[in-house]
């Protein structure tokens, strides 16, 4: 189906399964329960799995495929959303047109800056990549402020043209008529099922793009960066120029990058300089080791990972915690709570650098690879105790005939 | 003519930060093979050593003075710091007005430290991975470090003021025999150039001229042959992280009087310093420390009013857009070595 084996076919439904019932897998806690800080099935946060799923999927193109450590994609995270909400303010709150100019411009962005920086490899071409990503932030900041708007951020103004809007249209985001933040809430016993538009429009967008990026591992030219990972040399050897195809690489994963930040844009109509800033690549590498580079699946896990902690771990400060603790006794409670601080709340960063430490040390494969450990693990461990009977305890002889 | 000096003489400070923190990135580089991503952190904790003396040593008691009364009518508080009252009200002033310098005592040890934990505790491990797995595991540790201090030290800048003799500024354009008021320059940043220059020079005396800094320098060039004379070089190459850790320490605290520490003042630094190393060659002292001072004035160029009126916000990017020129035109940087890091 879809051009698809039946292997990726049935992945591929199980994932759109997944992404459509997310409002619903994401909320397992009830309203009002101890435990529904944890309930991670609010709009917001959700557009931000969806979002950050589609940079990481598009990071994956380039760096688990060809292995080029690029540390300047936010930049066209960046142009992405100053292309949209620039389409807000001259043609109406309409997202898809905005959408479109994201792709174009941060797809021609990446060409160029591709076309540059993959003339070297290695360490090179990621300080290619991050010099030309400080460049567009310092720019965004100072002398692009007549298009970016400096550091206040560039959003819509009531005196802002808007040529396509019509009267009594909409004024916040909207896919024609349909607003961004409207959402369905369900309340079944004592859960509340929350269906957002917006959520449900990125949702689509990155089923799309993760489709498109499981053809791409599929296909020849997947194989053909895939080659380019493992041996450079040798392909240049043969008598092949494996530059276009690299170029390519960049140009999609850069367009991924671009459209990740006209949803941004979308959800909020705002775009600043500091999503391009250099910490910004970092993360999306954070989330795409951490998940597991090279893996289909790893990317969309790494982010969705890293967004949900940085929401829920960063909301659990002080008094949750004394909370948790408060069956200790007085002293131990608070001897535990003083341990336990510093990575909570503020100090979620250090538990991510923490963890991050842990993956790159111990599981280089990421969590894809833990989780494919696990499995072996526990199919061995079967396929062991099978073995034991058969093996190790020899069938006795009858005593009696049978 | 006196312009270009001013010029000149601002980048100086920059550029000896950029050249101290290049050149021990390029210390561990050419002796580990090492990328460290965590050099810049090593440079904010040198920084937060001076912040941490500086604490410590205007630690006071507080004793309540009847005879004064503060404006809600209670006895005012004195504080007095316990070092002014074990050396004397004037010796317990000057060290704590000369905390920055003293500083320089107080982090040499705990930096090797930190670097020799460093190298035996994680980078050992990483010598057989790629460079990628190093940068990444080094950029994790960078992250942890800076969010350690942050939560002692808070995330806001943190004052560390020179010692009164060095605070201010001196005509330095009439003692060349330029008109006065032209050239102003803070006494501290002569001081921090001064200092750069001598650390520098003091490392590349330690490599030419000792026997320990030759057999580093012979491990450099071929590390499995001087390993199969029987020199335990591994152990020379861990004392020479706790050196790179060292420099990048001591650059951190003299800056703090020209920048108030925060804790991601590292990750600022890191950026460029990484610029400049690979501007200067992977792997060369020289190009490093070269590097390092051409881009510092550089920069101080770009940022001339007459430069910007030609390329607006030229001030910005010149450095970015110098290491793609240079790496795209020579391909192992100013002064790289054949062989090493070349793709």
């Not at chain 2, 982090?107 to 010598?127: C, D, N, T, V, W």
């Amino acid at each position: 189906m879809l051009g698809l084996e039946n292997k990726d076919t049935k992945f591929l439904l199980v994932v759109v399964a997944l992404t459509l019932c997310t409002p619903i897998i994401l909320q397992p806690f009830p309203e009002g329960s101890s435990l529904a800080q944890f309930n991670a099935g609010y709009p917001d946060l959700m557009q931000r799995f969806a979002i950050f799923g589609i940079f990481a999927i598009g990071f994956n193109i380039l760096f688990g495929l060809t292995g080029y450590l690029s540390f300047g994609h936010a930049a066209f995270l960046g142009v992405g959303s100053y292309s949209t909400v620039w389409m807000f303010k001259l043609l109406s709150y309409n997202v898809l047109p905005g959408l479109v100019l994201a792709v174009i411009t941060s797809g021609i962005f990446a060409l160029f800056i591709g076309y540059i920086s993959l003339r070297r490899s290695g360490i090179y071409f990621s300080i290619l990549t991050l010099a030309f990503a400080q460049m567009s932030f310092n720019l965004a900041y100072s002398v692009l402020t007549p298009i970016t708007n400096g550091e206040t951020g560039l959003q819509v103004y009531t005196d802002d043209p808007q040529y396509l809007m019509g009267e009594g249209a909409l004024t916040t985001t909207h896919v024609f008529g349909l607003a961004m933040n409207k959402s369905l809430i369900v309340p079944i016993g004592g859960w509340e099922f929350n269906f957002n538009v917006g959520y449900y429009f990125c949702a689509i967008i990155a089923i799309l793009a993760f489709y498109l990026s499981l053809r791409i591992f599929r296909s020849p030219f997947g194989l053909m960066l895939r080659a380019v990972k493992s041996n450079q040399q040798r392909m240049n050897y043969t008598g092949l120029n494996s530059r276009p195809y690299t170029l390519a690489a960049f140009v999609i994963s850069g367009m991924y990058a671009g459209l990740a930040g006209g949803l941004l844009a979308s959800m909020d109509p705002l775009a600043g300089a500091e999503r391009m800033q250099w910490t910004a690549s970092g993360e999306v590498v954070i989330m795409t080791i951490l998940g597991g580079a090279g893996t289909l699946m790893g990317p969309v896990l790494g982010a969705g990972f890293i967004k949900y902690f940085e929401n829920i771990f960063s909301k659990i400060n002080d008094n949750v915690l004394h909370g948790w603790f408060s069956f200790l006794p007085d002293g131990i409670e608070d001897f535990f709570i003083n341990i336990v601080n510093p990575f909570f709340g503020e100090g979620w960063h250090l538990t991510l650098g923490l963890l991050f430490m842990c993956v790159v040390i111990f599981l280089p494969g990421g969590l894809m690879e833990g989780g494919q450990r696990i499995l072996n693990l526990l199919k061995r461990k079967s396929k062991d105790t099978a073995d034991d009977d058969s093996a190790h305890h020899p069938k006795q002889s009858p005593h009696v005939a049978e | 003519m006196d312009a270009l000096l001013l010029q000149i003489l601002n980048g100086l400070d920059k550029g000896s930060a950029y050249a101290l923190i290049a050149l021990g990135l390029t210390l561990i580089f050419g002796t580990l093979g090492v990328v460290n991503f965590a050099h810049g952190a090593l440079f904010m904790i040198g920084a937060f050593c001076a912040v941490t003396l500086q604490k410590i040593l205007s630690l006071s008691s507080t004793t309540l003075d009847p005879t004064k009364t503060d404006f809600l009518g209670n006895p005012a508080k004195i504080e007095t710091p316990y070092v002014e009252s074990w050396f004397g009200p004037e010796i317990g002033a000057a060290l704590i007005d000369w905390s920055v310098p003293l500083g320089i005592l107080f982090a040499i040890p705990i930096m090797i430290s930190i670097g020799f934990i460093m190298e035996r505790g994680l980078i050992k491990h990483f010598y057989k991975r790629p460079h990628a797995d190093q940068i990444l595991v080094t950029f994790g540790l960078a992250i942890v470090l800076q969010e350690v201090i942050k939560h002692f030290y808070g995330a806001n800048p943190i004052p560390t003021p020179a010692p009164d003799a060095f605070r201010g500024s001196f005509d330095f354009g009439s003692m060349l025999g330029f008109d006065p008021n032209v050239i102003i320059y803070p006494y501290w940043r002569l001081v921090y150039f001064f200092f750069s220059v001598l650390i520098i020079g003091g490392v590349f005396a330690f490599l030419q001229f000792t026997t320990f800094g030759m057999v580093v320098r012979a491990g450099m060039a071929d590390r499995e042959t001087v390993g199969l004379l029987g020199i335990n070089i591994d152990k020379r190459f861990t004392i020479m992280f706790g050196i790179a850790a060292a420099v990048a320490g001591l650059a951190g605290v003299m800056y703090t009087p020209i920048n108030s520490p925060n804790y991601h003042m590292g990750m600022d630094f890191l950026v460029l310093s990484f610029v400049v190393v690979v501007v200067g060659g992977m792997g060369s002292l020289p190009g490093a420390v070269l590097a390092g001072f051409m881009l510092g004035i550089l920069e101080s160029f770009a940022s001339m009013n007459q430069i910007k009126a030609i390329f607006p916000g030229i001030d910005q990017i010149i450095i970015y857009l110098v290491a793609i020129l240079i790496l795209l035109t020579r391909p192992r940087g100013l002064m790289g070595r054949k062989g090493v890091m070349e793709d």
